[in-house]
């Protein structure tokens, strides 16, 4: 109780605004820095091995763990979001801005009747208490509610929320905001039946399985609460910016890539990075593939608008990073808590798997597009 009144505490100190500028300048980039190295430790080996474990869990029918859903890809939609990070609406709430767009969202796919799968740190139980996300978030649990209501909505545990897993009360809790019981599930595979008839598996898990530092350990979770929470709350920090999801993938992502890439006929779609991928890369990776084919294809006026696009990233590196060969077996959600209030999220519907945003349009009205998009029988699987 004591830390999360000081995380509350500190968001209520007064700051000249002119001084959290100067500190904002002086200390983002170096404890960003810190809190990234803190905060995530992957170790390819335990990744792999708690992927495979959860797949087979899964496929062995083991319902606690996942569900196994037969898909028509022409008539059935989903839709994937992850890291909401609903918060206390106080300094360190990075899903504040994003709110509006999320339930902007959840209000057209509810409407449009896609299955809603949300995968993970949904709430942000590391910084507050239950009680607290819930007080300050009823609009959202009154949305995702809609979805229960048609039997849409599958509800997977990230590691900021993992209390809905491991907590004695999360079931209670859980029916305290939406009203009835709702299962709580480490992923899910949906068997796809796609148009040309081919076999595919698209399974789904938050993604911090395997981190040694966001799977359950003590020290991130101190950090996050002591630390990090008070920090963000005072100057108003939010780590989770474009330009710093556009690089290169993480080393996180990266491994998720290597173990689907070794799986046949199978999709892997998780969360937790917060980095936007599609088909197995970022959007700048994306962008230099898209260069190299203009180039190839001597078209000089496409190449030149994707180079000035990747001139504007500001990525320092010493040549261009070679992406041929890779397979489309890797997608994440990215997050719905970026710091100018968009979102990001995967779609499957119409036969295609697309990525999308939500952010704010003329008048602050929220407005959908597609980022990338492929049909699911067009993707290069193993």
């Known amino acids: 109780m004591e830390i999360h009144a000081k995380t509350k505490q500190n968001a209520k100190i007064?700051?000249?605004?002119?001084?959290?500028?100067?500190?904002?300048?002086?200390?983002?980039?170096?404890v960003v820095q810190f809190a990234n190295?803190?905060?995530?430790?992957?170790?390819?080996?335990?990744?792999?091995?708690?992927?495979?474990?959860?797949y087979e869990e899964i496929k062995s029918r083991n319902v606690k763990k996942g569900l196994l859903l037969p898909v028509d890809s022409q008539i059935d939609k989903f839709i994937i979001l992850s890291d909401q990070h609903k918060g206390a609406r106080d300094g360190a709430d990075v899903f504040a801005k994003a709110d509006k767009n999320y339930l902007a969202a959840l209000d057209y796919y509810n409407k449009e009747h896609f299955f809603y799968i949300n995968l993970g740190d949904s709430e942000e139980l590391w910084e507050n208490l239950f009680v607290t996300v819930k007080r300050h978030n009823k609009a959202t649990f009154e949305s995702e509610k809609k979805f229960i209501a048609r039997k849409s909505f599958i509800k997977i545990f990230g590691n900021h929320d993992l209390y809905w897993d491991n907590d004695p009360l999360a079931a209670v809790n859980l029916q305290s905001i939406y009203g009835q019981p709702v299962?709580?599930?480490?992923g899910v595979i949906l068997e796809v039946n796609t148009a040309n008839k081919k076999p595919l598996e698209i399974y789904m898990t938050h993604g911090h399985q395997g981190d040694l530092q966001s799977d359950g350990n003590w020290f991130s979770k101190w950090f996050v609460s002591d630390i990090w929470?008070?920090?963000?709350?005072?100057?108003?920090i939010n780590p989770n910016t474009p330009a710093n999801n556009d690089q290169l993938k993480t080393d996180h992502n990266r491994m998720m890539y290597e173990w689907s890439s070794k799986r046949k006929d199978t999709l892997l779609i998780t969360g937790h990075t917060h980095q936007p991928v599609f088909r197995s890369l970022t959007q700048l990776e994306l962008l230099y593939e898209g260069l190299r084919q203009a180039k190839a294809g001597n078209r000089n006026?496409?190449?030149?608008?994707?180079?000035?696009?990747?001139?504007?990233?500001?990525?320092?590196?010493?040549?261009?990073?070679?992406?041929?060969g890779y397979l489309d077996t890797y997608f994440n959600s990215g997050c719905c808590c970026f710091d100018d209030g968009d979102i990001t999220g995967i779609e499957i519907a119409e036969g295609c798997i697309r990525l999308i945003k939500w952010e704010y349009g003329k008048g602050k009205k929220s407005?959908?597009?597609?980022?990338?998009?492929?049909?699911?029988?067009?993707?290069?699987?193993?």
Do not use: C, W
């Open 301 to 324: 006026d496409e190449a030149a608008t994707i180079q000035n696009k990747i001139d504007k990233l500001h990525l320092k590196a010493s040549r261009p990073p070679d992406f041929k």
């Open 183 to 186: 299962d709580i599930h480490e």
């Open 14 to 30: 007064h700051v000249n605004p002119l001084m959290r500028k100067f500190l904002q300048n002086l200390l983002t980039r170096p």
């Open 37 to 54: 190295r803190v905060s995530s430790r992957p170790d390819k080996r335990r990744v792999d091995k708690a992927l495979s474990g959860l």
């Open 229 to 236: 929470g008070p920090f963000q709350a005072y100057l108003r």
């Open 367 to 382: 407005e959908r597009s597609v980022l990338e998009e492929s049909r699911l029988e067009d993707l290069k699987l193993k």
